[in-house]
């Protein structure tokens, strides 16, 4: 079956970095995907990821390693607004998403 | 601006009653579908289009049913709704651009059938 990990929860402080990771078993690949959603609303696209390596962005960056089937999204410089839930889906060989249950970053001052 | 909408945001009705989530696209997309997702939990496909009178049913076994008449349309219809169907409705659009095919989300349909 396609399955995609990713820790439920984690909680940072303002101003620091944090990694989320994700791990996907899937048929074929296709690329992956970040997304934000804060409680409530929809999820917003972040990032894409097709071959190894890093995808920065700002405040955020992608990393992929297709060999491993592992894929962590960095925040860094923290800030309050980044409390949200993070999504991790994979495009399988069908062109099909396939997503993470997300997880819930809550920021601390 | 190019954009993707949802009507109504939220919706309350009782039970057994047909009801038809809007959703509308401005970005020249092809290829549109619908998500449902419950607090904290992952998104499931219950339908897609990848243009003009094609539709597919998606992963989620659901009662509804969509049409794809316009390009830029695609309306989700409960015929009778339940309890069970309490939910959030996401619908989503994407256009390969490059090769990346990024799929970008309504505001979404909060739906409370009591």
């Known amino acids: 079956g396609q399955n995609i990990d990713q820790p439920t929860e984690m909680t940072a402080t303002e101003g620091a970095i944090v990694q989320i990771n994700c791990t996907y078993q899937?048929?074929?690949?296709?690329?992956l995907f970040w997304y934000q959603q804060h409680a409530g609303e929809a999820p917003t696209f972040l990032s894409y990821?097709?071959l190894d390596g890093l995808e920065e962005k700002g405040r955020f960056s992608s990393f992929l390693s297709r060999s491993k089937g592992y894929s962590y999204l960095l925040l860094k410089e923290l800030q309050m607004k980044d409390s949200a839930s993070y999504l991790c889906?994979?495009?399988?060989?069908?062109?099909?998403?396939?997503w993470g249950a997300g997880t819930k970053l809550i920021i601390k001052p | 601006e190019a954009d993707i909408y949802q009507t109504p945001r939220y919706l309350v009705i009782g039970t057994g009653k047909k009801i038809t989530l809007e959703c509308s696209q401005t970005?020249?997309?092809?290829?549109m579908y619908w998500y449902q997702q419950d607090p904290g939990m992952e998104l499931h496909l219950i339908h897609y289009?990848?243009?003009?009178?094609?539709?597919e049913k998606g992963d989620l076994s659901s009662e509804s049913t969509v049409s794809r008449i316009r390009t830029e349309h695609f309306p989700l219809t409960l015929e009778s709704a339940r309890p069970s169907h309490t939910s959030q409705y996401l619908c989503?659009?994407?256009?390969?651009?490059?090769?990346?095919?990024?799929?970008?989300f309504g505001p979404g349909t909060r739906l409370t059938v009591l």
């Open positions: 989503a659009s994407s256009g390969a651009t490059g090769h990346t095919d990024t799929q970008y």
């Open positions: 899937t048929s074929g690949f296709n690329g």
């Open positions: 970005m020249g997309h092809d290829k």
């Open positions: 889906a994979v495009m399988d060989s069908n062109y099909q998403l396939i």
């Open positions: 289009s990848y243009g003009v009178n094609s539709t």
């Open positions: 990821n097709v």
